[in-house]
């Protein structure tokens, strides 16, 4: 945690664990300590109190397998990681040329909205389309520990 925030500038302060870390963690010595051998395996409420009390982190449990291909900890702090950026599409791009070819219009600057009519058979689409690309500013400020 300290070479994260020596890096980044900011503290984890949030643990995600996996649930094939959950697992190893349960039967952690050092977990199973705190609770006084009073149990063979430490609950999620047995982790969370050792996390919070031991090294000052929230913790949140994923339950899906999908998302963690080993026994992980993902450390990450409270503030935002990311961004969300706008890029251009087409039709973005055709509004801001004044095309007359489309009949489109931008929302908000970010989404274009072309309206496209057809006479056989009758109908209007309307077609909505932006780019949205996510930023991982904070890069830096996340780190991932695997568990064995």
């Known amino acids: ?3 994260i ?29 705190m609770l ?5 395996l430490a609950t999620k409420i047995d982790i969370q109190t ?13 339950n899906d397998n999908k998302l963690f291909e080993k ?12 961004t ?13 040329n004044n095309d007359t070819r489309i009949d489109a219009t931008l929302v908000d600057g970010k989404v274009a909205v072309q309206i496209v009519e057809k006479t056989d058979p009758i109908q209007i689409e309307e077609i909505v389309s932006t780019a949205i690309i996510p930023a991982f500013e ?3 400020a996340t780190g991932v520990v695997i568990v064995q």
Not at 5 to 32: D, T
Not at 76 to 82: F, H, I, R, S, T
Not at 86 to 93: E, Q
């Open 5 to 33: 925030e020596g890096a980044s500038g900011y503290r984890p302060e949030i643990a995600i664990i996996s649930p094939k870390a959950v697992k190893i963690l349960s039967k952690a010595k050092g977990i199973l300590a």
């Open 36 to 40: 006084g051998n009073s149990k063979t």
């Open 138 to 140: 904070k890069v830096d």
């Open 50 to 62: 050792y996390f919070y009390s031991m090294l000052n982190l929230e913790t949140v449990f994923i």
């Open 1 to 3: 945690m300290n070479a």
């Open 71 to 82: 026994a992980s900890i993902v450390l990450v702090p409270k503030e935002a990681l990311g």
């Open 84 to 96: 969300t950026q706008f890029g251009t599409t087409p039709a973005h791009i055709a509004v801001e």
